[in-house]
């Protein structure tokens, strides 16, 4: 159990299976970590844990590093232009995640009731508090000069939570179907005991 937690933690117990790794892969293991919390907490973490996958899953391990080394070490400017995009990185897209997640649990109790549309809205929603959340307060950290107006913040943040949430809902849907596919093999196979 620790191994696996320390495993999570780490991103992976090497480099190279680190790579090897589909998200699919790292999505399955943040999910097997969060499942172990409490559950009002799981979605919140859930959201926040998914985008730092997405940030890490790749590049991420690469990139941040020495962007991190160049904050730390490099020119006023250096620091100027890396402040933004490293609290994108580490705290306001994650904390984006938290609170769609956050809201995912909110409206659970109403939405369960509705079925696979339910289900759907969730996803919608979560999406769309993520999107809110980047365009209004990411956004103007990292373009200032080219903030958008609050109606095309409410707009643009709405169509993405649509697409993004239908799409993550697809996905949590596949996951449901691997899942019940898999446990209703492993009851219909009969064990071998050495029998050839």
Known sequence: MLGRSVEFTLGCSSMPNHFSKSLKDVRGDIRAWVAQRPAWLQPPLLGALFVYAFVFWRGGLILLPFAILAFIFGSSADRAFLRPLLLACLVYAPGAGFLGGLLYWLVSPL??????????????LTAWAYFAVLAFFLLPVLRPADKLSAGANWVLSGILGLVFGYVLAAMDEDDKREAQAAHSK??????RDGAA
């Open 186 to 191: 492993q009851s219909t196979d009969p064990r």
């Open 111 to 124: 939405l369960k009731r509705a079925g696979a549309f339910g289900r759907y809205l969730q996803y919608i």
